[in-house]
């Protein structure tokens, strides 16, 4: 016998002690578990590189081609040409 044993006090809290224990390391596990899900499909999660180019290639044409979101009209005496 240990003298634990005769300590209630002891006793009681190395048995909080061992359930904190336990938590911990199932906290732990979930973690794990939900990373490998993750990563398992983590091209799901991703966005379409693709998509996100085409995307780019939208934007950059409208933007380029439309004549008040560029510097190719006339603005304050030069234009993007000018000044290039």
Known sequence: MEHGHFDMTYHLA????EAQTVRELEAVRDARKRLREF???MDAHMPNR????????????????????TNMHNMWGKTRDDVA
């Open 39 to 41: 990563e398992a499909d």
């Open 50 to 69: 693709r998509k996100l180019q085409e995307f780019r290639h939208m934007a950059r044409s409208l933007i380029e081609d439309h004549p008040t979101l």
């Open 14 to 17: 190395r048995l909080r002690n």
